[in-house]
């Protein structure tokens, strides 16, 4: 856990979000601000700033738990398709600097929006 992080609070439950999914390794939820109703964000419990920071153990669980929740998201919210969005550096439009990956489910009636 990095102290002045804010993912890994939520992840760890310091502070609270709306939680979809936990397990040991990841905690999933609700985007503080959607794209899409349903914009859900993977959080693992443990820091890493970056998919080149974050622990290969961990990373290795987070495309199977993508594909899970992606699946559970799509069927509650009646979305035809969605975008897994990762984003690295600043410049690559990274705000939160602990590894997360978007599960952005789409309609089909909200135009571009990544
Ligand atoms: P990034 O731009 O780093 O890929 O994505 C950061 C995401 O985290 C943004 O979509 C932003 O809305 C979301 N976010 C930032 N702070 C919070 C928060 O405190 N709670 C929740 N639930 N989402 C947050
Ligand atoms: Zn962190």
């Not at 975008?83 to 600043?90: D, L, S, Y």
Request: some cysteine; aromatic content about 6%.
């Amino acid at each position: 856990m990095s102290a002045d992080c804010i993912f890994c609070k939520i992840a760890n439950g310091e502070i609270p979000a709306k939680t979809i999914y936990e397990d040991a390794d990841f905690r999933v939820i609700l985007d503080i601000a959607p794209g899409t109703p349903g914009h859900a964000l993977i959080l693992p419990k443990s820091h890493g700033e970056d998919l080149f920071s974050l622990d290969d153990a961990v990373l290795q669980k987070v495309f199977p738990l993508a594909k899970r929740v992606a699946k559970a998201i799509m069927k509650a919210t009646g979305a035809k398709g969605c975008n897994i969005v990762q984003n690295n550096g600043e410049v690559a439009g990274q705000t939160v600097h602990h590894f997360h990956v978007h599960i952005i489910p789409r309609f089909g009636t909200e135009g571009n929006i990544v």
